[in-house]
């Protein structure tokens, strides 16, 4: 049986007619690398916010099955021009939408889980050599409406092919041509990896190196499909390649299993996100459940508290405590625990958006001791406050002050040997 | 049981928001008055255009089922953007796509045709009270993919709901305000029909006035449904309407079988239409078998000729044939010719699309003589020379030079007593 390949191509891939040409280019050519293909795209790029705004001017409160309804042909537009395109340059293709796969997913309308992949018509058309172009984004629920998997599921649409197609590799072409050690905005030396472990991927994905949506990686890890993170914008056909003619794409990054990586650094990249705020409850009683009557509350309002810390009580009876929330909730996170001051107890509530949270990832920190210590006296030297510090099995995180994030990203690069002495 | 209405609006009645909006209050009104309703609704105005532009952009050539799957987006927008309004007016709505009821068509995309409309799932929710928000344009072929009617096809969309409803009436709702005597930028004294009958309709139709698409009205003729033409932009609300508060909309014209008009005209209309061309062919042999060495090959290339005259032979050997066929096939018809040159036998062959194809017609003409005199002689006293004519049961047609299209519809419209004197 020939390999099977899921490729996967964003908006800005497919935002106008040159571009699905382009990525029609990309496909033939694994096509004609003896490849059996599934292409996953999304809508063409803006299509999605116009759909999005005509929603919200109808009713700011809307049916979210109508939403998805309304939001979701973006996808039926960009699967048939690519077929279409992808017909003409003599390739057999056929467009597929998510009910007709069908790809089922739950009832949450908006933001879906796919239950399951039907990959049964699919894969019989693929072993026929028609390369099947799917619609990203969304599926059909038990009710039989369809439904989208919330912004950036086309990823998670793509994973969940490759899982039911059991494609040896889903490569996901983005407008970056990999995943890098840390943001090559912030440091000019940071290097491309070449492979990255599912785990190592989640923590740089949910911390802001935003090149692949947590949830397909989740989804990945757990059916161990490979994913390969590739640029779209290396044109297929380009002189400058390796001189390999027209087969030419750049490797890209491998997010796999750990037992794919041979050499495994003990730090494998530095991760940050200004997305969270922070919270100090002063003077709160120091007594058993007083946290449960903090976070119970934030929990019921589906409000994720990621760090915390409670300082050491000076007098045994009153003690501060601090944590973070996603800045998009935080208005609504100090609602709440106003609305629950007298079970709670404190004198004060304080919060403070002008933070950042860096953190040192790595699947390597397992085996290796002194990788915390190595980031906190990095930060001393450097004269950077700890607001807040957290750690789990592969990542040592801290809460800043948000000035220092340049400075402290640089720093820890070059302390955990990451810098690329090649470039500039 | 409540009485059952569809009610269809086309692509400029939901070009924006606040046409959905004007589009939803209609609707409301007609559930406040009672009906259980279902409304049929286009793509928003210039969207099916865009993406028909882009799918001839991507090849000129395509396969039909991708532009179905790109084009019905377009009505899958619509659709959910009025269901929303229509909830956020308080009135119980739900979008359907093609599939989702399902409507069944056959596998000729593009332009298919519906084979059947089940209307169990819709029929059920119309009874509980919700409001049905039909795709229209749209179905699915027997092999699951979308397939598309063709252009203005949401009329026929909603007759084939009408009549699997069992709807009482199928209000067409559009730019104009009903069916004219002719067209109203012609002759000032037009007058709006109260009723037409479905035969006439369809010779009004085809003809050029093009206020619904001939397939619907077929299909409405086959199952009597009942078709009431109205406008849509006669505000729901409008307080220049006749004082009976948010219920008014003009009554329109409706289209009905001949046993609901009582009092017959014998002539109901003017049409013309500017969509023919006449080809003449010079000296051809005045045998037998001719006609069918000329008409077989044109029939073979799916060309439809219209008006046929031949000459008198004037040496019972050589006579000059004339016949009609659409704009738009005339270069393609000229080729079949020239290419069956041999076997037919011509000396020349000339082609004119300056002419117009003038009719009038009325049920009442069957059971009345003299209609046909009446016309040739009007225009004979306009010294308007008749290059082709051609009678059905209820209708008289003439091809005439296009310079005369104006002069011969206003005299016919004075000729047959069907000036409005009321107006300017």
Redesign the interface.
Known sequence: MMARLVMKFGGTSVAD?DR?RNVATHVKREVEAGHQVAVVVSAMAGTTNQ?VT??K???AL??A??????V???E??S???L???L??MGVSA??W?G??IPILTDDAHGAARIADVDAAKLGERIDQGQVAVIAGFQGISPD???ATLGRGGSDTSAVAVAAALNAERCDIYTDVDGVYTTDPRIVSKAKKLDKISYEEMLEMASLGAKVLQTRSVELAMVHNVRLQVRSSFDAPDSPQGTGSGSSYVGPGTLVCGEEEIVEQEVVSGIAYTKDEAKITLIKVADQPGVAARIFGPLADAAINVDMIVQNVSEDGERTDLTFTVPVADLERAVSVIEAACDTIGYEQILSDTDVVKVSVIGIGMRSHAGVAQKMFQTLADKGINLQVISTSEIKVSVLISAEYTELAVRALHSAYGLDDEAAA
Chains 1, 2 share one sequence.
Request: proline fraction near 0%.
């Open positions: 007619l699905i759909l005509w929603t001017e109808a009713a809307h049916d099955r109508e939403y998805d309804a309304v979701s042909a973006g039926q537009i699967v048939g021009l077929a279409i395109a017909q003409e056929r467009s939408l009910w007709q039989g409406r369809i």
